[in-house]
T-cell receptor
Framework: DAKTTQPPSMDCAEGRAANLPCNHSTISGNEYVYWYRQIHSQGPQYIIHGLKNNETNEMASLIITEDRKSSTLILPHATLRDTAVYYCIVERRGNKLVFGAGTILRVKS | DTAVSQTPKYLVTQMGNDKSIKCEQNLGHDTMYWYKQDSKKFLKIMFSYNNKELIINETVPNRFSPKSPDKAHLNLHINSLELGDSAVYFC???????????????FGEGSRLTVL
């Protein structure tokens, strides 16, 4: 069973920041937060992961609350190509991932 | 070069047939997986192999048999295909978790199986 809760869908204007929330209130101390996305008809793509600290890479930023019970994925300048299903996954190791329903992000011009 | 490649991309077949989907990764990873994405779009892990040994088998019917001839390949053979086997099957690979990484998955583009 997925250990996360995400909104089923969100809209974002092109060029604006997309902030995708995720609740993981039962996360344990050794579990990471992973984000993947799946663009239509493609395989899932790794975006970012974190344990406690906020993380940033060339694709996105991950903000994890101090109690680790929730996090937010930030796409700083969303483009139409960012339209996808975004999955927030909590797992101790990244190689046994359980995907939930995710959030459908629609970026609109 | 494609990191994780699957063939065929599309497969249409009749009920009762036996078919295989092949997967190869050129990333030098130790672990490979098969995931199934059904019509409701949920991605579920089926199998995981580490260095040619089965490490995860998520209650998949024994009509499904993964075969790993070497650590760069993980093929999926399906016997006596049923209508409910229609889905997109994704292969993935990862490096073993270690100090420098936590084993992120790299997915192939998927193989869409349609059973008529």
């Amino acid at each position: 069973d997925a250990k996360t809760t995400q909104p089923p869908s969100m809209d974002c204007a092109e060029g604006r920041a997309a902030n995708l929330p995720c609740n993981h209130s039962t996360i344990s101390g050794n579990e990471y937060v992973y984000w993947y996305r799946q663009i239509h008809s493609q395989g899932p793509q790794y975006i970012i992961h974190g344990l406690k600290n906020n993380e940033t890479n060339e694709m996105a930023s991950l903000i994890i609350t101090e109690d680790r019970k929730s996090s937010t994925l930030i796409l700083p300048h969303a483009t139409l190509r960012d339209t996808a299903v975004y999955y927030c996954i909590v797992e101790r190791r990244g190689n046994k991932l359980v995907f939930g329903a995710g959030t459908i992000l629609r970026v609109k011009s | 070069d494609t990191a994780v490649s699957q063939t065929p991309k599309y497969l249409v077949t009749q009920m009762g047939n036996d078919k295989s989907i092949k997967c190869e990764q050129n990333l030098g990873h130790d672990t490979m997986y098969w995931y199934k994405q059904d019509s409701k779009k949920f991605l579920k892990i089926m199998f995981s192999y580490n260095n040619k040994e089965l490490i995860i088998n998520e209650t998949v019917p024994n009509r499904f048999s993964p075969k790993s001839p070497d650590k760069a390949h993980l093929n999926l053979h399906i016997n006596s295909l049923e209508l409910g086997d229609s889905a997109v099957y994704f292969c993935a690979s990862s490096q073993d978790p270690g100090v420098a990484n936590t084993g992120e998955l790299f997915f192939g583009e998927g193989s869409r199986l349609t059973v008529l």
